[in-house]
């Protein structure tokens, strides 16, 4: 949602007791389903933001959910519909102090005695990983100035395969902040990529405006990129797990982790193999990811692909070999 979208949404919420979805589509200037993709934002936003369906529905904005937003300058208005980005992050990105005056600026009207508290009281984020390291490489307030003059970019960029960094033109869509790591999110060749900024040694702004594909935009290719990275299945390892370790497993491997058999239908129970054994498979990008498995130890035996076994069974005599 764009800042002036997100603003004629609240102003005209605030204006009319109750308003239909095809008359706040008309106003704002974009077609119904976007209306109530929207609407879906701000509620869970944590705007108190009622939506009524039938012939005599409406969209109503309940008490206490008006905004004095007329104290804002275009660019706190801009901050403050930047949404997802933890107060660490905004500072990363050189915004913090024009966010915090936004925030104290738009200011909600006190709530009764009664109502509920507002969610922003009760509830608070932290998307950093655990144990995770300091990040290092590009700080991403170098970097979105460029990316904001909307046009291509020269970057000197590492892939995890390269021994040096090699330049490339790519065209950027924005910045993506996911699990404590930015990442450059840009077409290459016509083809959607994400940067890490850790790897990515230096850059150069262009003449040319950027070309992106038609119809594209920041959010939806960043979210069809993490999830063909958390979807990719390029090699299944099975392997049998004792009952015990499964939830440490879950937590660990997430996604990548799928119980085979059927279950119940209250999905507590799972299938068992043997004694207080379960069997699992694993979805791993390449054989070398048969590492992250070495940490259940005795309790998982990995049963096929061969290449899988025999690279654990190297792995395992390497190690025992070193405590030897």
């Known amino acids: 949602m764009t800042p002036d979208r997100f603003f004629a949404l609240l102003l005209a919420l605030q204006t009319r007791e109750a308003i239909t979805t095809g008359d706040l589509a008309g106003r704002v200037g974009v077609s119904v389903r976007t209306v109530l993709r929207d609407l879906r934002w701000l509620q869970e936003a944590g705007f108190p933001v009622l939506v009524e369906r039938g012939r005599w ?13 007329s104290r804002l300058t275009p660019a706190e208005r801009d901050h403050l519909a930047l949404d997802g980005l933890d107060d660490d992050q905004r500072r990363q990105l050189g915004a913090g102090p024009d966010s915090r005056r936004a925030r104290e600026k738009v ?10 508290l507002p969610l922003s009281a009760v509830v608070t984020t932290d998307n950093r990983p655990w144990f995770g390291p300091d990040t290092r490489g590009t700080d991403p307030s170098a970097i979105v100035g460029d990316v904001r003059r909307g046009v291509r970019l020269r970057i000197r960029y590492r892939r995890s395969e390269d021994v040096e960094p090699a330049w490339r033109v790519v065209d950027p869509y924005g910045l993506l902040a996911k699990a404590g790591r930015w990442y450059l999110v840009a077409d290459c060749a016509s083809v ?18 950027r070309r ?33 370790l499964l939830d440490r497993a879950r937590r660990i491997l997430g996604s990548r982790l799928t119980v085979r058999g059927p279950r119940s239908e209250g999905g507590d129970k799972v299938p068992v193999v043997g004694r207080d054994e379960v069997p699992v498979t694993v979805a791993c990008r390449e054989l070398e990811d048969v590492r992250q ?14 290449e899988a076994r025999d690279r654990m069974r190297e792995l395992a005599t390497r190690t025992l070999y070193r405590y030897a």
């Open 57 to 69: 529905g409406g969209v109503r904005l309940l008490p206490g959910g008006a905004l004095d937003t």
């Open 293 to 306: 498995l070495l940490q259940f130890a005795d309790g998982l035996t990995v049963t096929d692909p061969p």
């Open 107 to 116: 200011a909600v009207r006190r709530q009764p005695a009664a109502s509920p």
């Open 192 to 209: 959607p990529r994400l940067y890490s900024l850790e790897r990515l040694a230096d850059w150069r702004p262009t003449r040319v405006p």
């Open 212 to 244: 992106l594909r038609p119809g594209t935009t920041l959010t939806e290719v960043a979210a069809q990129l993490t999830s063909s990275w958390e979807t990719i299945e390029a090699l299944q390892v099975h392997a049998v797990l004792e009952a015990r």
